[in-house]
């Protein structure tokens, strides 16, 4: 078994009531910030963190009224973090996105999330892969796991789903083959 941290965003702030439901549920390995948003920080123990994640949702999803929105993507990094990651300078990184310097191609952004001040924020997977495809030495920085993308996505069309009409969540559904 692994220890694995991650973060989830739940539908809505919490009551005093529901943060105790919480812990009563199983999440007694995690920090609940209730308010603005109800936000819990995980860290569990189990074979995969697929496992992990699942069994949390699982836990929170048992208090009424509650939903996991969202798998808080540690997935998601700065031009600043990949520099970091990857032992190369800010600028560096910063041509490499803007197509200035290398193949070009470097990943999009990810739609609708901001990081500090407002940066972007990219995924470190898909940067990572690029950065190995452009010829790009990698001797730092964490290895990829695509889960973390793959649950987050997953949360992100079910909370999408519930929001639509019957008729276009069976569309949508079939779309994506589920």
């Avoid at 798998?71 to 973090?81: G, M, N």
């Avoid at 996105?97 to 990219?122: D, I, Q, S, V």
């Avoid at 990698?138 to 649950?151: Q, Y």
Wanted: proline share 4%; aromatic share 4%; charged share 25%.
């Amino acid at each position: 078994m692994s220890m694995w941290n991650f973060r989830l965003r739940l539908n809505r702030a919490l009551s005093d009531d529901e943060v105790d439901a919480l812990y009563e549920a199983g999440l007694d390995d995690a920090g609940i910030q209730a308010r603005p948003v109800g936000l819990l920080d995980v860290d569990r123990e189990a074979d995969t963190l697929l496992d992990a994640v699942l069994s949390a949702v699982g836990q929170a999803e048992s208090v009424e009224g509650l939903r996991v929105a969202e798998l808080v993507d540690s997935d998601a990094v700065t031009l600043a973090e990949i520099a970091e990651r990857v032992g190369r300078t800010y600028e560096s990184i910063r041509l490499l996105a803007e197509g200035k310097r290398g193949p070009g191609g470097f990943p999009a952004p990810l739609h609708g999330l901001e990081g500090p001040r407002g940066a972007r924020l990219y995924s470190w997977v898909e940067v990572r892969e690029w950065l190995l495809g452009a010829g790009v030495h990698l001797d730092k920085g964490p290895a990829v796991d695509r889960t973390l993308p793959a649950i987050r996505g997953a949360l992100l069309l079910r909370d999408a789903l519930l929001a639509l009409d019957p008729s276009n969540a069976a569309k949508v559904r079939h779309l994506v083959g589920a």
